[in-house]
């Protein structure tokens, strides 16, 4: 039976991270709210009382009698089913929290527009997105790509290779988001990141090996990969990028 | 072999929800932060190129070989083998989502007091810090603690008890993280959540089950329980509780 993706229909959003590795895998899935009255069908899960573990937000995948929500726990539950991490508990582990630590950068790039509120508009958050974004580009961006260069660089089943992975010598639902993470970026904020992804190569050929990735490219050409837009996570206003 | 907790030695942190369920389970473990030499210990696992899989940040688990990073990951690990969650998948995924949700919760706590940048004083974000608790007090305590409530009331396992419990019918690391964030913000943010409760019996029925359980009881009363303070996530200022 086909996986369910419920998400919002017209962004990207967190729910990418679970559709890039839905599309790699070839694996057959539903994207329920993109169908007519999908957006009903995802609302029922979050707020309907007789839901009895109902999840917190979305996105989520429906498997049967399984509902799961949160990203992170989405891919991992996917990862062994459709062949996109390692058999062993260590690789599953470690490939775990690298994509937790690539949600808490996610959630960090999402603030840059929203430091106050969610609720609020980017406009009435102006002067606090601009110093958010500030530390941003000095301090966190930096960090975090220095920590996946570092991974990239330790893993020994890179060495020699064009294109590294973050997790032993396959393609990974990690190394996907790691993909989406680094091309949101370079969307949002094209002059910190050409300025960051200098000290981060290895980073910057894992991005460009994902992006040739015959399943992924196809859907990437497609129309089911959503363009990068101002309602979504990654945002290009140009102001934040210094 | 005991296990080794490493985290900064002075404060709960996201340390003390890893703490917590080391302590009820009566696990074997040692702080290695607070004993002689425990920050460089610590540090090395973070910054030396040795290691192959290094953690992002602490907390991170050491068990024989394994180095486990991210909170949430940490707990998933720990729960099967020290009874603090059940056998079935179902309810160990069930139990993840809600300590992602938790950790999502502890994040926005977090960043009340530090809306722009982790890496200045609280002191120098405070206008932003103002206007951002302003949104948390009246949109997102409301709404975590509406789910929290729901999915206590939505147990089947809880009919007729005194004490609910978040997952099944034992007490679960859940359970602990829960107890923890309610403990904290009603230290952080008396006035609020002494209205928001109001509206959720349920979650305050378990965090007082929660604080009178026999070995939990005995490590809130101990020395190695850190007192809340202004230098950990939970922070006590007023003017930010309305």
Request: charged share 25%.
């Amino acid at each position: 039976m086909a996986y369910q993706l419920h998400y919002w229909p017209t962004i990207q959003g967190r729910g990418e991270f679970v559709r890039l590795a839905l599309e790699a895998a070839g694996a057959e899935y539903v994207d329920v709210a993109r169908g007519d009255e999908g957006v009903p069908a995802m609302q029922r899960f979050l707020a309907d009382p007789s839901v009895a573990r109902p999840p917190f937000a979305c996105p989520f995948l429906v498997d049967g009698k399984r509902v799961i929500g949160q990203t992170a726990a989405i891919l991992q539950y996917l990862g062994p089913r459709v062949g996109l991490v390692g058999r062993g508990e260590a690789d599953q582990l470690w490939a775990h929290q690298i994509q937790l630590t690539t949600m808490d950068l996610v959630t960090e790039v999402h603030d840059l527009h929203h430091p106050i509120a969610s609720a609020l508009y980017y406009e009435d958050q102006k002067p606090e997105a601009l110093r958010r974004s500030q530390d941003f580009r000095a301090r966190r961006l930096p960090k975090f790509l220095a920590w996946f260069e570092a991974i990239l660089q330790r893993n020994p089943r890179n060495t020699g290779r064009e294109v590294p992975r973050l997790v032993g010598g396959s393609l990974s639902y990690v190394d996907l988001s790691l993909f989406q993470v680094v091309d949101g970026l370079q969307y949002a904020l094209p002059k910190a990141m050409k300025k960051a992804m200098r000290k981060a190569p290895r980073v910057a050929a894992l991005h460009a090996g994902v992006q040739r990735h015959r399943r992924l490219a196809a859907y990437l050409a497609s129309e089911r990969r959503i363009a990068f837009n101002q309602q979504g996570i990654f945002r290009a206003y140009p102001e934040l990028d210094g």
